[in-house]
């Protein structure tokens, strides 16, 4: 009953959706960045290497062996890093547009946090604790000034 009653608090809590939906985004992106790599990069790069389609590159260990009959006894033993590269390649791209995703946000965050900045609007918290340390600065300067006497 008790493990009944903690997902229920996990999932109202919204952590549940905050991750399903996260889930559901990295799927969605995943897709857009091996587009991009495998369809606008790489054509590109392959071009310049003079037709060299990084996919089927491997480095051969074993050569398969066939029978009399073409029938393929013993399979291919291959290093493909031409995959390797690839998916370094998606990486890369994955890395570098979080990077500048969380970028984006952090900038947007503390611009949002800015009691000074008046382009934005502050948020109520913020605004509130900003009131309420403006006013303890100022009891502070009273108290001193109280002492002092």
């Excluded at 493909?80 to 500048?100: C, K, N, R, S």
Aim: a negative charge.
């Amino acid at each position: 009953m008790k493990l009944l009653k903690e997902f229920k608090e996990f999932a109202v809590k919204g952590n549940m959706m905050d991750m399903a939906i996260g889930i559901i985004i990295g799927a969605a992106f995943n897709k857009v960045i091996d587009v991009l790599a495998k369809q606008v990069l790489l054509p590109p790069l392959s071009l310049l290497s003079d037709g060299v389609n990084f996919q089927d590159k491997k480095m051969i260990l074993r050569e398969a062996v066939t029978d009399a009959t073409g029938t393929v006894t013993t399979g291919e033993v291959a290093v493909a890093y031409g995959a390797l590269f690839e998916v370094f390649l998606d990486f890369l791209i994955i890395g570098f547009t979080i990077f500048m995703v969380v970028k984006a946000m952090n900038r947007l965050r503390s611009k949002a946090q800015d009691t000074e900045d008046t382009t934005v609007v502050t948020p109520k918290d913020i605004e509130l604790l900003s009131d309420l340390k403006q006013l303890m600065e100022e009891q502070n300067q009273l108290l001193k000034a109280k002492v002092s006497n």
